[in-house]
T-cell receptor, first 114, second 114 residues
Framework: GAGVSQSPSNKVTEKGKDVELRCDPISGHTALYWYRQSLGQGLEFLIYFQGNSAPDKSGLPSDRFSAERTGGSVSTLTIQRTQQEDSAVYLC????????????FGPGTRLTVT | AQTVTQSQPEMSVQEAETVTLSCTYDTSENNYYLFWYKQPPSRQMILVIRQEAYKQQNATENRFSVNFQKAAKSFSLKISDSQLGDTAMYFCAFSLATGNQFYFGTGTSLTVIP
């Protein structure tokens, strides 16, 4: 079946602009995660959605970052007033339930802020 | 707080040889899961192997096996008969059975030399 998809695969934007990154999880997966991967770094947790529960936003680095998950499926990560330090690969993952279960990752969106 | 440490930023191995990647973690919890993920240059993160903390037996998946030492909080990955396609970043990850977050190490870049 289809895996996790993300769009766009690459995004170049000017400093100060807003960007939206999209994630389509695997059908039936109730858990969805966003991570940020800076060059040469590990994965930094951003936000977690589980079903209809309130999201865990504890990893969002600033109030410029927000995310939504509509209908328990597609998710959008929005970065407002982008800064150069926002340049990174943004990875989305989904899993069936949480914690114990394997996360399936999308190919990521490479964001470059000029 | 949970932390994951990978102390080997880069490693190399000759094709067909065996290599071991190190990972240590810190937690006060008893029920958790450990993972090794592979990220090739294509950026697609793929699960390599998974270990439940309550299981004493080390997990194996074909050429990949782990040495799980719970008391030492160590979780190393052994790759036998290394192949060129094993060249990738390898991330160790930890999740609590009842938690939302996955905690990732900073990764080890493995190069298989022909």
């Amino acid at each position: 079946g289809a895996g996790v998809s993300q769009s766009p695969s690459n995004k170049v934007t000017e400093k100060g602009k807003d960007v939206e990154l999209r994630c389509d999880p695997i059908s039936g997966h109730t858990a969805l995660y966003w991570y940020r991967q800076s060059l040469g770094q590990g994965l930094e947790f951003l936000i977690y959605f589980q079903g209809n529960s309130a999201p865990d936003k504890s990893g969002l680095p600033s109030d410029r970052f927000s995310a939504e998950r509509t209908g328990g499926s597609v998710s959008t990560l929005t970065i407002q007033r982008t800064q150069q330090e926002d340049s990174a690969v943004y990875l989305c993952a989904s899993s069936f339930n949480r914690g114990a279960n394997e996360q399936y990752f999308g190919p990521g969106t490479r964001l470059t802020v000029t | 707080a949970q932390t994951v440490t990978q102390s080997q930023p880069e490693m190399s191995v000759q094709e067909a040889e065996t290599v071991t990647l190190s990972c240590t973690y810190d937690t006060s919890e008893n029920n958790y899961y450990l993972f090794w993920y592979k990220q090739p240059p294509s950026r697609q993160m793929i699960l390599v192997i998974r270990q439940e903390a309550y299981k004493q037996q080390n997990a194996t998946e074909n050429r990949f096996s782990v040495n799980f030492q719970k008391a030492a909080k160590s979780f190393s990955l052994k790759i036998s008969d290394s192949q060129l396609g094993d060249t990738a970043m390898y991330f160790c990850a930890f999740s609590l059975a009842t938690g939302n977050q996955f905690y990732f190490g900073t990764g080890t870049s493995l190069t298989v030399i022909p």
